[in-house]
């Protein structure tokens, strides 16, 4: 099993950032991709950024020009820089795990962490 743990999230004042981080542990061979998402109150949850372990990055709409995804394959942790945030950012974000290979006979398999809560408001 893995285990994704996420910290960094809070209040912020618009126009502020924060940085998400989330660590995954476990009998971790590899991870083909992480991503984070977002939940706001009676919406969906939707993609906020993901990246594979070469570092190919993909992000959703225009957030590109204020969130930043980064990862250390490494060390299985990836991270979100969030800048400029805005009320609508509002939201609780979650770290997923795409494609977990384990050094066990375990079957690869796709994992998500909690959630952070992040606030964005004055």
């Known amino acids: 099993q893995v285990q994704l743990v996420e910290s960094g999230g809070g209040l912020v004042q618009p126009g502020g950032s924060l940085r998400l981080s989330c660590a995954a542990s476990g009998s971790i061979f590899s991870i083909y991709a992480m991503a984070w998402y977002r939940q706001a109150p009676g919406k969906q949850r939707e993609l906020v950024a993901g990246?594979?372990?070469?570092?190919?990055?993909n992000y959703a709409g225009s957030l590109k020009d204020r969130f930043t995804i980064s990862r250390d394959p490494a060390k299985n942790t990836v991270s979100l820089q969030m800048n400029s945030l805005k009320p609508e950012d509002t939201a609780v974000y979650y770290c997923n795990a795409h494609g977990v290979v384990f050094t066990t006979t375990a079957p690869p398999g796709d994992y998500w962490g909690q959630g952070t809560q992040v606030t964005v408001s004055s």
């Open positions: 990246i594979t372990s070469a570092g190919s990055t």
